[in-house]
């Protein structure tokens, strides 16, 4: 059973910085694309970046320059390095990882940012 393990999330101060974790328990064949996606109370879930089997990323404009993505394959874990981080990066945030045709979520872990 396949189960992705998040950490790292919390409270902090505007302009401050956190780096989120999402390690695979179990088995995931082929990874094709290792993602962070948000969501805020009252808000849909929204994307935040992707890192693809290639390497290449990308981000989404509220958070391009700020956040980085990264993965050790080796590990089958995926990061989030969030620096500047704003008030309204406050949310729930997930990751999911698509591979072999299939799709899992993590469970989420809350990132706080106090003004």
């Known amino acids: 059973q396949v189960q992705l393990v998040e950490s790292g999330g919390g409270l902090v101060q505007a302009g401050g910085s956190l780096r989120l974790s999402c390690a695979v328990s179990g088995s995931i064949l082929n990874i094709a694309r290792m993602a962070w996606y948000r969501q805020a109370p009252g808000k849909q879930r929204e994307w935040v970046a992707y890192?693809?089997?290639?390497?290449?990323?990308n981000y989404a404009d509220s958070v391009k320059g700020r956040f980085t993505i990264s993965r050790d394959n080796a590990k089958d874990t995926v990061y989030l390095q969030m620096n500047s981080l704003k008030s309204e990066d406050t949310a729930v945030y997930l990751c999911?990882?698509?591979?072999?045709?299939?799709?899992?979520w993590g469970q989420g872990t809350q990132v706080t940012v106090s003004s």
């Open positions: 890192i693809i089997s290639g390497g290449s990323t």
């Open positions: 999911r990882i698509d591979g072999a045709g299939r799709f899992y």
